[in-house]
């Protein structure tokens, strides 16, 4: 038991407080409201949230955003001893970003279960016969990160019904969360 690495899970809660952080600049600039941050030796490298529609492109989800500068933070592509928070469980175009640049843990706040790929509709993460697999946490802070995707797209919903003169559907595109 001594060979185990200690898990701080005050640490935990403070980092995705941060990637809580970046989730509302997100939903500030009307992007789903996920934010992430990687930490290195107790340090944040890099901190990113969605910008798909600020950068019209659909690669810009806050953990490709957040590895990106990271790797130019550490000068290197791998990141093995790295942890990545994120409010939101990773889609498989992120978990395989993850996978590929060997980040040893990830900790997510509210799982996806239809596209999450770190365990809820698929494990990417550690996937058997990929030449990597990450530590997985889930369900730190995983209300709050919930409750602003939720408010978020009732939001969304409600604008949308508005501009159609309409009430908003009860229905919600999240309702796997």
Same mark, same amino acid.
């Given at each position: ?33 996920? @934010? ?5 030796? @107790? ?15 659909? +690669?810009?989800?806050? &953990? ?6 990271? &790797? ?7 990141? +093995? ?64 990160? %919930? ?12 604008? %949308?019904?508005?501009? %159609? ?5 009860? &229905?919600?595109? &999240?309702?796997?969360?």
């Amino acid at each position: 038991m001594a060979d185990e690495p200690i898990i701080d899970l005050q640490s935990d809660h403070y980092f995705m407080g941060e990637a809580l952080r970046q989730a509302v600049r997100a939903y500030e600039a009307e992007e789903v409201p996920v @934010g992430a941050v990687i930490v290195r030796d @107790g340090r944040i490298i890099a901190r990113a949230f969605n910008q798909v529609e600020l950068l019209k492109d659909a +690669t810009a989800h806050a &953990e490709m955003l957040a590895l990106t500068q990271a &790797e130019g933070a550490v000068g290197d592509w791998r990141l +093995t001893d790295c942890t990545l928070y994120i409010t939101k469980e990773p889609c498989p175009m992120c978990a395989g970003a993850i996978v590929h640049c060997r980040i040893a843990r990830v900790v997510f706040g509210v799982g996806d279960s239809k596209a999450g790929a770190a365990g809820s509709a698929m494990n990417l993460l550690q996937f058997p016969t990929l030449n990597h697999q990450c530590d997985i946490t889930h369900g730190v802070r995983e209300q709050e990160c %919930k409750m602003l995707l939720k408010s978020f797209f009732l939001e969304q919903r409600t604008k %949308k019904s508005e501009s %159609k003169g309409q009430s908003p559907e009860l &229905e919600t595109p &999240e309702a796997g969360l």
